[in-house]
């Protein structure tokens, strides 16, 4: 199946630095990457998609300057959390979509494994 | 608005006996369905999926998924639970638009009695 890798899997970052985090699609190209955040025992937040060559759409409540998202390529995809603080602790998740599958059926999207930020 | 529910925080059940995990969803038309499990630490991985047709659809593992467009449910089951299964899992209807995006229940923890 479809392999969606994300890295690093786990950061510590000191509070005010900013962290990048990375998606990209192994074996298929995504024209189209979502960006999710999980706060431990909670549900998958969907933060914002990530369209390749254009600006990321955000979800309401997320702040786009504080999470900058750049899909300059047709496999990779970067959230970017910038002056982070401890709040922003949070497990992030990528999903991406096969944008040249045609036998692929409506929603499949493929997950990466998640990033796990701690910021202190 | 459109919504999705998953009941159940949290489900205990011993290793062999039957699973059902509920999902119920509002739409304003019936959504592409989707069941994820996530093992802690981890990320997702797609159970099972329905679309369209048999409202009765395999999934991997063992699970299987109901949909019931009258009670707006997509309850997922497993006969026999095996200890392997303890996780997270997640109800995700996807709209009928072209937007691909996801919306999460607030999923349901199982653990698995020995």
């Known amino acids: 199946g479809a392999v969606v890798s994300q890295h690093p899997s786990w950061v510590i970052c000191k509070s005010g630095t900013s962290v990048k985090i990375e998606c990209r699609s192994l074996d298929f190209q995504a024209t189209t990457m979502f960006w999710y955040r999980q706060f431990p025992k909670q549900s998958l937040m969907l933060m914002a998609t990530?369209?390749?060559?254009?600006?990321?759409?955000?979800e309401q409540g997320v702040e786009k300057d504080k999470f900058l998202i750049n899909h300059a390529s047709l496999t990779l995809s970067t959230l970017t959390v910038t002056s982070a603080h401890p709040e922003d602790s949070s497990f992030y998740i990528c999903s991406a979509r096969d944008s040249e599958a045609s036998g692929s059926l409506p929603g499949e999207l493929f997950f990466g494994e998640g990033s796990r930020l701690t910021v202190l | 608005a459109q919504s999705v529910t998953q009941p159940d925080i949290h489900i205990t059940v011993s290793e062999g006996a039957s699973l059902e995990l509920r999902c119920n969803y509002s739409y304003g038309a019936t959504p592409y369905l989707f069941w994820y499990v996530q093992s802690p630490g981890q990320g997702l991985q797609l159970l099972l999926k329905?679309?369209?047709?048999?409202?009765l659809v395999q999934g991997i593992k063992g699970f299987e998924a109901e949909f019931k467009r009258s009670q707006s449910s997509f309850n997922l089951r497993k006969p026999s639970v095996h200890w392997s299964d303890a996780a997270e899992y997640f109800c995700?209807?996807?709209?009928?638009?072209?937007?691909?995006?996801?919306?999460f229940g607030s999923g349901t923890r199982l653990l698995v009695r020995p």
């Open positions: 995700a209807p996807r709209p009928l638009d072209s937007s691909y995006k996801l919306i």
């Open positions: 329905y679309f369209s047709g048999d409202t």
């Open positions: 990530s369209n390749e060559g254009s600006k990321a759409t955000y």
